[in-house]
């Protein structure tokens, strides 16, 4: 990363500016931590500035011996974000690779959910793939079934036990040298995996919030981590860090990969494939070119909608 920095006049503060560029890793009560040069800054933003989000790169400028301002967000490779309040959306986490939803054995799997980060994934270019956790378990055979599916859709499933320690060197090769995020619904052993992937995690944690002098940093947020021998992993508080965000039903449509075939020759443009005349998506699930299941959950995924 450059040192020599960027020259900058914002309306805020007219007078120029020495600005660097850094790496937004978290979100803390009192502002937004920013790793520069191996160090933490706590920094504020530019009222006039749109919502920073984990993973973002700025450009920021020291306003205090030991603070910092973010002036500028620089360009995105890509966003996720989660439902605010007044029908807005939220930035959360920038520049992702690769989006891992980690599900388990126990507790039951929560497909619906599944499908839903990965429709997200879809309109928004970010690749996606699933993380079997509790594999010393047995695997229930509906389970199985499932996971078929989203393989035979070119998903790519790690399974693994972070109790036995099975499959996890073949997982960090798949996060070598790319963003990551991960997310899942609770008790599926997220933080776990997490932990293995960055050993010193909850040592980062705790430096953290002692650099930046405001209290406890908790999981509430994102956060984002470095990988030994490359590549960064975002740790995402849960099922709250994204959901449908402003998906429309012809969005919801596209984020199912399989129906991307048949949608276009359905006979009306606007089909809501449900119970459309000439719908050839409907027509393709009945005669099991594509599964039910998914075709069933992506039904229920409009209603929840409500649009």
């Known amino acids: 990363m450059s040192k020599q920095g960027r020259v900058i006049v914002s309306k805020e503060s007219p007078a120029p500016s020495l600005c660097e560029e850094g790496l937004v890793i978290a979100h803390l009560g009192q502002g937004i931590a920013v790793e520069y040069d191996n160090k933490i800054i706590l920094c504020q933003t530019l009222r006039k500035l749109e919502t920073v989000a984990v993973g973002d790169r700025v450009l920021w400028s020291l306003s205090a011996p030991d603070q910092g301002r973010i002036e500028s967000i620089l360009p995105r490779r890509s966003l996720l974000a989660?439902?605010?309040?007044?029908?807005?959306?939220?930035?959360?986490?920038?520049?992702i690779d690769t989006v891992f939803v980690v599900i388990a054995v126990e507790p039951y799997c929560d497909f619906l959910l599944i499908d839903?980060?990965?429709a997200v994934c879809e309109n928004n270019d970010i690749n996606a793939g699933l993380i079997l956790n509790k594999t010393d378990l047995a695997l229930p055979e509906q389970l199985e079934n499932e996971l078929q599916i989203y393989q035979n859709l070119g998903y790519p499933i790690h399974r693994v036990s972070t109790l036995l320690g099975h499959g996890l060197v073949e997982?960090?090769?798949?996060?070598?040298?790319?963003?990551?995020?991960?997310?899942?619904?609770?008790?599926?052993?997220?933080?776990?995996i997490t932990n293995i992937i960055?050993?010193?995690?909850?040592?980062?944690?705790n430096t953290l919030s002692e650099t930046t002098k405001h209290g406890r940093h908790t999981t509430t947020a994102a956060t984002l981590y470095h990988i030994e021998n490359g590549g960064d992993l975002i740790d995402s508080p849960g099922v709250a860090i994204f959901g449908?965000?402003?998906l429309n039903r012809q969005q919801l449509a596209q984020g199912y990969r399989e129906f991307r075939p048949f949608s276009d020759?359905?006979?009306?443009s606007d089909c809501s494939h449900d119970q459309d005349k000439g719908c050839a998506v409907r027509a393709a699930a009945e005669d099991g070119s594509i599964a039910m299941t998914r075709y069933e959950r992506f039904l229920k995924l409009t209603q929840k909608m409500g649009r």
Do not use: E, I, M, W
């Open 116 to 118: 839903q980060y990965l």
């Open 171 to 192: 997982l960090k090769l798949a996060l070598h040298n790319q963003v990551s995020l991960l997310t899942g619904q609770s008790g599926v052993g997220k933080s776990s």
């Open 82 to 95: 989660r439902p605010a309040r007044n029908n807005k959306v939220r930035p959360v986490a920038a520049n």
């Open 265 to 268: 020759v359905c006979q009306f």
């Open 244 to 246: 449908l965000a402003d």
């Open 198 to 205: 960055v050993p010193d995690r909850n040592l980062k944690t």
